[in-house]
């Protein structure tokens, strides 16, 4: 069975500062890897997605996030967060094609101080 | 930019009674999908729907529970008798043909009291 981890639940960091957000994935075929953040009380917003090409892939918000398949990883990265970023952050894999359902980590909360 | 929406945004009600929470997705896709997040905790997967059937279920989506699309942009999510555990944010999905790129609704709150 697909299955996501995020071990970190809470992650605080100091404004400027870089993040590094762990995502570890357990899926029997080629995943499709997402990344979504999430406000207090707000939806899903998508900040990038991965299936193929370079394993560096570039998002919104200037989020990055590099598969590594040999280590079942998908981390986001940012080199420099801002007090905006405070947001619950989760990870997602699913099939590439068809409709089959995501499977969410159960999230880290990033707070930023000052 | 095409988006899913979802109403209401937020719905209080009594246990026991029946709720309708309602989605719109993206007009030109064929999939949809409904997950909830209970506070504090994951995104669960709940249904997906495609072709007027379900695709897939997951072991939260008893008796319960159904969906429907009633009309060509509405898909539903009932709930035919609410239970506190209920209470959660409810997310409709869609995706198109192709790769499996779901656009998620702003949700819906849902209390039951």
């Known amino acids: 069975a697909q299955s996501v981890t995020q071990p970190d639940i809470h992650i605080t960091v100091s404004e400027g500062a870089s993040l590094e957000l762990r995502c570890n994935y357990s899926?029997?075929?080629?995943?499709?890897l997402f990344w979504y953040v999430q406000s207090p009380g707000q939806g899903l917003q998508l900040l990038l997605k991965y299936f193929s090409g370079d394993t560096l892939v570039q998002g919104i918000k200037g989020f990055e996030a590099e598969f590594k398949r040999s280590q079942s990883s998908f981390n986001l990265r940012k080199p420099s967060v801002h007090w905006s970023d405070a947001a619950e952050y989760f990870c997602?894999?699913?099939?590439?094609?068809?409709?089959?359902?995501?499977?969410f980590g159960t999230g880290t909360r990033l707070t930023i101080i000052p | 930019e095409p988006e899913v929406t979802q109403t209401p945004s937020h719905q209080v009600t009594q246990m026991g009674q029946e709720v309708i929470l309602r989605c719109v997705p993206i007009?030109?896709?064929?999939?949809f999908y409904w997950y909830r997040q209970i506070l504090g905790q994951k995104v669960e997967f709940l249904v997906s729907?495609?072709?007027?059937?379900?695709?897939?279920k997951s072991e939260i989506f008893d008796d319960q529970f159904s969906v429907e699309r009633p009309d060509g942009s509405n898909f539903t999510l009932k709930i035919r008798s609410t239970k506190l555990e209920d209470s959660a944010m409810y997310f409709c999905?869609?995706?198109?043909?192709?790769?499996?790129?779901?656009?998620f609704g702003p949700g819906t709150r849902l209390t039951v009291l």
């Open positions: 899926y029997g075929a080629t995943p499709y």
């Open positions: 997602a894999v699913g099939a590439i094609f068809g409709n089959e359902k995501l499977t």
């Open positions: 007009s030109n896709h064929l999939y």
């Open positions: 729907f495609y072709n007027n059937e379900i695709s897939e």
């Open positions: 999905a869609s995706s198109g043909t192709g790769v499996n790129e779901q656009f």
